[in-house]
């Protein structure tokens, strides 16, 4: 186990029980980006994120665990994550929420010029995320927007189509986004595979509504999503939630006890 990861440190890769994470602020995440797009030759460049619903269903799928394990990156989408780290003797700055860091991205001054496909939630929806990207951002152009609920056969032939792009913006819900990723970027290996996130596409669509700031920023967005969709969304989070901190738990008391013996 780490003796812990000092808050201005350099963001790492660390073992989050089963899953891989990293440790990245918002802003080195940017930095990250900037870095990819400046090379094209960097490998891997898929993003990714860990939140407690994702653990959850990665420490029952081998497959998306190794999905996981083999992004570039990882984040700590979740406050959960962030506060369960320190389990692992890990420190975090912040969440690197996925949300978040998206629009700081498409507010980003200094990223350079570069295209985009969107792929998720209705085509109605990604039609409408897409404006609203072109309205916040000078650099990130959109090139086409797709369904979230196509085959991987119909993935592949747009991947092909598109071999120069610089992004693919995935929001299709997990596991799903962690398997197109994979696809897409056999298919692209000079695109940046980032899972935005479904959630991110209906906020910018207008079809969620975002949690508000103080909700966020006290790790409270998932009660926010349970308020406004209770029916979808209660096995999710109130069963969900136990589960993660039983396992975790577990998972910290076992390496605690490896270490000592």
Avoid at 66 to 73: I, K
Avoid at 87 to 107: D, H, I, Q, S, Y
Avoid at 206 to 235: F, S, V
Wanted: charged content about 20%; proline content about 4%; aromatic content about 10%.
């Amino acid at each position: 186990m780490s003796s812990g990861i000092e808050i201005n440190s350099s963001p790492r890769r660390f073992k989050f029980a089963e899953v891989f994470c990293s440790t990245h602020t918002i802003s080195q995440f940017l930095a990250e980006l900037q870095l990819l797009l400046q090379d094209k030759a960097l490998q891997p460049r898929t993003m990714l994120c860990l939140n407690a619903h994702v653990y959850n269903l990665a420490r029952k799928n081998a497959l998306l665990r190794q999905r996981l394990n083999e992004a570039r990156v990882v984040t700590a989408d979740g406050m959960a994550i962030v506060w369960a780290a320190r389990l692992f003797g890990v420190r975090m700055a912040e969440r690197c929420n996925m949300t978040e860091a998206f629009r700081a991205f498409l507010k980003a001054p200094y990223m350079p010029q570069n295209t985009a496909l969107l792929i998720g939630c209705t085509p109605a929806e990604a039609e409408t995320a897409s404006v609203e990207i072109h309205r916040l951002s000078r650099h990130c152009r959109v090139l086409k927007v797709f369904s979230g609920f196509l085959k991987d056969s119909e993935y592949r032939e747009i991947c092909e189509q598109y071999p120069a792009v610089d992004f693919l913006f995935l929001g299709m819900g997990t596991p799903r986004t962690e398997q197109v990723a994979e696809l897409a970027a056999k298919i692209c290996p000079r695109a940046i595979v980032w899972g935005v996130g479904g959630g991110t596409i209906r906020i910018l669509a207008g079809t969620m509504h975002e949690a508000p700031p103080i909700w966020r920023r006290l790790g409270l967005q998932w009660l926010h999503r349970l308020i406004c969709e209770p029916h979808q969304l209660w096995r999710r989070y109130l069963i969900g939630n136990l589960l993660f901190t039983l396992s975790i738990l577990k998972a910290a008391w076992s390496a605690r006890y490896q270490r000592l013996h």
